[in-house]
């Protein structure tokens, strides 16, 4: 394997920096869409359990399927990265929209009860409170999101489109391992990387959440 890197870093080197920008664009775009979301379902009772049906569909939808009816339904090329951003925001939204709602909804009511009664209008009452006492929720979703989207950015090899998926490709169709175990251990160790760096943010940005948990203990 260190053989095969040696002679092919510049190959895996690009597969592996167009990996990063397929799985992660899609979730920092998920992410934004699925906030708003995820709020109107808290704010407006009724849209919490459609949302969270629609959301269910649409992570239920094969991603293979997803990426070959896209360039029908956006009129882009087969090849086209802009089908895997699509498709992963897709299954982000669907995962985060009912963690933020959740997240939200878990915030005890007192503590809105008294952010209103000092004042805070609801979208700063959702930014000054709400949110930071959601975010260990919403950070674990994210986690999850993001961890999924770097496996599934390699399905899109099968399209032609894949980052370090090609690399399975090209190892399957010369019946050589050494790619095939190349693109398996980057894979894991970007998730491994990616999901390090959440946990990081979320303690940086959650201080109490450490306390709490050493208070319970």
């Known amino acids: 394997m ?18 990063v920008w397929l799985a992660l664009v899609p979730v920092v775009l998920g992410f ?9 379902a ?10 969270v049906n629609v959301c269910g569909v649409l992570y239920s939808i094969p991603s293979l399927a997803l990426f070959v009816f896209l360039p029908v339904l956006l009129g882009t090329k087969v090849l086209s990265p802009i089908n895997i951003v699509v498709a992963l925001t897709i299954y982000t939204v669907a995962l985060l929209a009912r963690t933020v709602a959740d997240g939200l909804r878990a915030v005890d009511p007192t503590i809105v009860q008294a952010a ?8 700063r009452r959702l930014a000054d ?4 006492v959601a975010l260990p929720v919403i950070l674990a979703g994210l ?3 993001t961890v999924a989207n770097i496996s599934l950015v390699s399905v899109g090899a099968l399209i032609g489109v894949g980052g370090l998926g090609q690399l399975f490709t090209r190892g399957f169709q010369l019946f050589y391992l050494e790619p ?7 894979s894991v160790l970007l998730a491994g990387l ?24």
Do not use: K
């Open 2 to 19: 260190i053989q095969y890197l040696q002679n092919n870093h510049e190959v895996v080197l690009t597969a592996l920096r167009q990996h």
């Open 32 to 40: 934004l869409i699925a906030l708003p979301l995820g709020y109107l």
């Open 42 to 51: 808290v704010r407006f009772t009724w849209l919490y359990h459609p949302l």
């Open 116 to 123: 209103t009664a000092m004042g805070y209008r609801p979208l």
């Open 129 to 132: 409170v709400e949110l930071p």
């Open 143 to 145: 986690r999850v999101a």
């Open 180 to 186: 095939i175990l190349v693109g398996i251990v980057l």
């Open 194 to 217: 990616c999901d390090l760096i959440i946990v990081l943010i979320q303690r940086a940005v959650t201080p109490w959440a450490r306390f709490q948990r050493g208070g319970a203990a």
